[in-house]
């Protein structure tokens, strides 16, 4: 190469070595050779010892400069671990939540790996949790586990720890509990593995066990591509030792090397380690996080259950509540109607009895008063026959005749008598009404002449329509239709006249009572007809009761048919008139009852009933 002199320097560096030695002690300072400063002569040439003084003088100031670049490079690599492990700390530790995904990103992405995964263990009855970040390896199908790190070698792995290169142990392949795989298709442990990894360009793998107090979490996979690598250096080496000049030449050579595994630093591991105990940490505060979640969530779900069980129940007790409820006031207005038709039955019989009993004599005397009048008559003409024939009477006879008033006697006895007669065919006409009020003791239907109910229920309100003090003669205008006799309970028919009367006369005397000034003249309009059934063609009858007094307000229209309702003072209405004779007429006839009313127009209550005895036109 026509090099004929030589001057080479050394340039030694003096670094500080801050790796630890086996006894614990940091390492003294020494002089490393670094490198050469030669300066070579086309001509024969010796050196003054000024000029290597200054070359001495130069190469100094090289080293000054390398270590300040290399202080300035470890400064910078520290600062980027740091930050590196600021980064992901702070996803895992200082966010609302723990950001497993993102800190798998980002740990990915700083070891500038193709891709990672950070599986976290679960109890056997549960689903592990996988991340994934970029490229991944695929299990194949005759794997009963589709994780890689379910496979029983790998959890065996997690457990006592991974052994590389059949058990050998050095920085480029293991470093504690770290498994640092620089080429996965060459560690025989993993040969299992390997068919997951060949459909992809996944060469090395760096696996950091992740635990806490001894106890397995998972583990962190980052993986590492293989590269295609080309070498440039200037002249030709032989590393024979025999070659006194291996360099033959300054000429550019190159080597192209493909599929090249890249091996992990002792940096990136070191790396790796301090990010695993964050992951540790993270992981055990996320486990817990979850396992608190899930007892929060089992908590809220028995809470839900229990409420539902509850609810459930309360809504059972509220039903059954209702339903006694319920109960107890049909019980009550059961037994007040039993009451009332005991009463009204009781009533009845007394009546039947009273009339009976009245009925007899009255009979008896009503049967004598013709032959009363018979022999009076008699007497009276024998004694205008002994006044004709025997003008001359004693005078005895003559003073008893003009104390007894003889002749206002000849003319009042027979007016006597007369309305003696009236008065018994009224008492007569009285008890026959109260005996055809009274059949509540017959439980069959009986053809009976509804107007004779109606006017026998007149007859006993009769004293109720007469004038009296302060109230006026309460007139009674009636239609009656030409309606022949009616299938029906006739005494419960009775009852429910009579209810429908009273309330119409208290409605009108309470009118009248209210408003004194008022030239109210009081009727009670009742009227009967046959009219059709619409649903089925049958006729039935219609019996309608109408006042003219001051009519039901409109809110309490929809309540005077319930139980117990009344709007009468506490003591002058039990509430259940109106209640007994919806249920005759809709219960026993299955009839209806309705109500027509006006405040200040009066009420109407129709009341209708099936005729089925009664035959319509069109039969006939």
């Known amino acids: 190469m026509g090099v004929q002199s030589s001057v080479v320097v050394p340039i030694l560096y003096s670094g500080q070595n801050h790796d630890k030695s086996r006894s614990g002690q940091f390492s003294t300072s020494s002089n490393q050779l670094w490198g050469l400063l030669v300066s070579h002569h086309s001509e024969p040439r010796e050196t003054s010892p000024l000029e290597l003084q200054i070359l001495q003088l130069v190469v100094d100031q090289m080293t000054i400069a390398i270590g300040q670049a290399d202080m300035l490079a470890k400064t910078r690599k520290q600062a980027m671990l740091e930050a590196t492990i600021n980064k992901v700390a702070s996803l895992l530790h200082e966010q609302p939540t723990i950001q497993l995904q993102a800190a798998l990103e980002a740990t990915v992405e700083d070891f500038q790996g193709s891709g990672g995964r950070l599986y976290i263990q679960s109890h056997p009855e549960k689903t592990p949790e996988v991340f994934y970040c970029g490229e991944q390896p695929t299990m194949p199908s005759w794997e ?63 696996v950091f066990p992740i635990q806490y107090r001894h106890n397995n979490l998972g583990c962190l996979t980052i993986f590492r591509n293989e590269i295609d690598t080309e070498t440039i250096w200037a002249g030709r080496f032989e590393p024979s030792l025999k070659q006194m000049m291996p360099r033959q030449s300054f000429e550019v050579w190159r080597e192209f090397k493909q599929g090249q595994a890249q091996p992990w630093t002792a940096d990136e591991i070191s790396l790796g380690q301090a990010l695993g105990k964050h992951f540790s940490m993270a992981i055990q505060q996320y486990m817990l996080y979850r396992e608190v979640q899930e007892l929060n969530s089992t908590l809220e779900k028995q809470v839900q259950q229990r409420t539902i069980e509850l609810k459930r129940s309360l809504d059972n007790e509220q039903a059954k509540t209702e339903q006694l409820e319920k109960t107890l006031d049909e019980l009550k207005r059961t037994q007040s109607q039993l009451i009332q038709t005991e009463k009204m039955s009781g009533l009845g019989q007394l009546v039947a009895g009273v009339a009976h009993e009245i009925n007899n004599p009255i009979n008896f005397i009503f049967g004598n008063l013709s032959y009363v009048n018979e022999y009076s008559d008699s007497l009276l003409k024998l004694i205008l026959l002994y006044h004709q024939y025997y003008p001359e009477r004693h005078p005895e006879i003559e003073s008893y005749e003009t104390e007894i008033e003889l002749d206002f006697l000849q003319e009042d006895l027979p007016k006597i008598l007369a309305s003696m007669q009236i008065g018994s065919q009224r008492i007569r006409q009285l008890v026959l009404s109260l005996r055809n009020f009274s059949r509540l003791e017959q439980a069959d239907r009986k053809s009976v002449d509804i107007h004779e109910g109606i006017d026998s229920t007149l007859l006993i309100l009769q004293h109720r329509l007469k004038p009296r003090p302060h109230h006026p003669t309460i007139e009674i205008v009636k239609n009656y239709g030409d309606i022949p006799p009616v299938e029906c309970y006739a005494g419960l028919l009775n009852q ?79 509430g259940l008139g109106l209640s007994i004779s919806y249920q005759i007429v809709v219960e026993k006839h299955q009839g209806k009852i309705n109500c027509c009313s006006e405040p200040g127009q009066g009420t109407e209550f129709r009341i209708t009933i099936p005729a089925y005895n009664i035959p319509t036109t069109e039969s006939k």
């Not at 298709?185 to 068919?195: D, H, V």
């Not at 009273?502 to 007809?529: C, G, L, R, Y």
């Not at 003219?548 to 506490?570: A, E, M, R």
Request: net charge negative; aromatic share 8%.
């Open 144 to 206: 009963t586990k589709s994780i890689m790190e379910e496979h029983p070698l790998w959890q065996k792995w997690l457990r006592e720890g991974f052994k590389c290169n059949s058990g050998r142990r050095s920085l480029d392949s293991c470093r504690g509990n770290i498994w640092a795989i620089t080429d996965l298709y060459r560690e025989s442990e993993l040969r299992i593995f390997t068919p997951a990894f060949q459909a992809t360009a996944i060469r090395g793998l760096l």
């Open 496 to 574: 429910v006249f009579m209810n429908m009367l009273s309330n119409a006369i208290d409605a009108m005397e309470s009118h009248i009572k209210e408003h004194p000034e008022d030239n109210f003249s009081p009727q009670i309009m009742i009227s009967t007809a046959l009219i059709p059934d619409i649903d089925n063609g049958k006729n039935c009858l219609q019996i309608s009761i109408a006042d003219n007094g001051p009519g039901i307000p409109s809110n309490i229209q929809s309540h005077i048919f319930d139980p117990f309702f009344t709007t009468k003072p506490v003591g002058l209405g039990t």
